[in-house]
């Protein structure tokens, strides 16, 4: 995996990230923990887990991906 520094820190991202936007509406959470071991095994340290997924936007499941 190749990794790059994040802006002006000296935080090494991975080129390759991971979007969450599918978790609890179209992925289960066993399928969630099988896509983050392969990540992690893959060397991909970027999580994309922006606060508005998953989508279709729903109160009930705003803000869950991060969990």
Do not use: F
Not at 18 to 23: F, K, L, R, S, V
Not at 25 to 49: F, S
């Amino acid at each position: 995996m190749e990794y790059r520094k994040l802006g002006g820190t000296d935080l090494n991202v991975s080129l390759i990230g991971m979007c969450t936007m599918t978790w609890r509406e179209q992925n289960t959470e066993a399928d969630a923990h099988a896509q983050l071991n392969a990540m992690l095994d893959a060397g991909i340290n970027l999580i994309d887990d922006a606060e508005m997924y998953p989508v279709p936007l729903r109160p009930e499941t705003q803000g869950r991906t991060e969990a």
